[in-house]
């Protein structure tokens, strides 16, 4: 199993430009999150989802739009991106059980916005 | 929202000391969980304690969850240059999808 996969790796964009981060998981995990990381502010909670076509806001959702439209899948959208959404962007898979339960991260995405 | 205090925001040990990072909450919480980043990485999951009181080890680690489950610690023995990383704990919802994290305290090891 990979796990989850974020993609891509490092992002530059330009003020005003939209783009979708991928993030995919293969583990048949019903819940998906999207965070971002900055410095000294440890990670805040974009948007997530507990199943497919269901979706919600977390604690820093302005400025990001997320789908659901399958287990696997949650794309993070930046509609118009802005400087202050350099970041480093996380996404995480999960799901309820009896005993521990973790979440499962990806690798990343480094996002800069010039 | 539960939220959650972390200290110390910074650490620098000589190797083979120890190292303890606390997680303090001003309201009860549901559960604690501890995650490791390491210097470049991704947060990975090390322990969830639910329970008031309870105490866990894993290897040279132990993490405490208060009587009171307003506060958790995790304290490292003897650190090893492979403890280098960044400690969060969290906050997690039943099923994990929302977790509200501490601002996490890096650990340096000299060597």
């Known amino acids: 199993n990979a796990g989850v996969t974020q993609t891509p790796k490092f992002q530059v964009l330009k003020t005003g430009q939209s783009m979708t981060l991928q993030c995919a998981q293969d583990?048949?995990?019903?819940?998906m999150s999207w965070y971002r990381q900055d410095p000294g502010m440890g990670l805040r909670l974009i948007h997530y989802?507990?199943?497919?076509?269901i979706t919600d806001q977390g604690e820093v959702p302005n400025g990001y739009n997320v789908s659901r439209s399958t287990t696997e899948d949650f794309p993070l959208r930046l509609l118009s991106a802005a400087p202050s959404q350099t970041s480093v962007y996380f996404c995480a898979s999960s799901y309820w059980g009896q005993g521990d339960t973790e979440a499962f991260f990806g690798q990343g995405t480094r996002l800069t916005v010039v | 929202g539960q939220q959650v205090m972390q200290i110390p925001q910074y650490q620098h040990v000589q190797e083979g000391e120890d190292f303890t990072t606390y997680c303090n909450s001003s309201t009860t919480l549901s559960n604690i969980q501890w995650y490791k980043q390491r210097p470049g990485g991704h947060p990975v999951f090390l322990i969830q304690?639910?329970?008031?009181?309870e105490v866990k080890k894993q290897k040279r680690l132990t993490f405490q969850f208060g009587e009171a489950k307003k506060n958790s610690s995790l304290h490292i023995t003897a650190t090893q240059t492979t403890d280098v990383g960044t400690y969060f704990c969290?906050?997690?919802?039943?099923?994990?999808?929302?977790?509200?994290f501490g601002t996490g305290t890096r650990l340096t090891i000299i060597p």
């Open positions: 989802s507990v199943g497919a076509g």
């Open positions: 304690l639910v329970k008031s009181g």
């Open positions: 583990m048949n995990h019903e819940y």
């Open positions: 969290a906050v997690g919802s039943l099923g994990n999808e929302k977790l509200t």
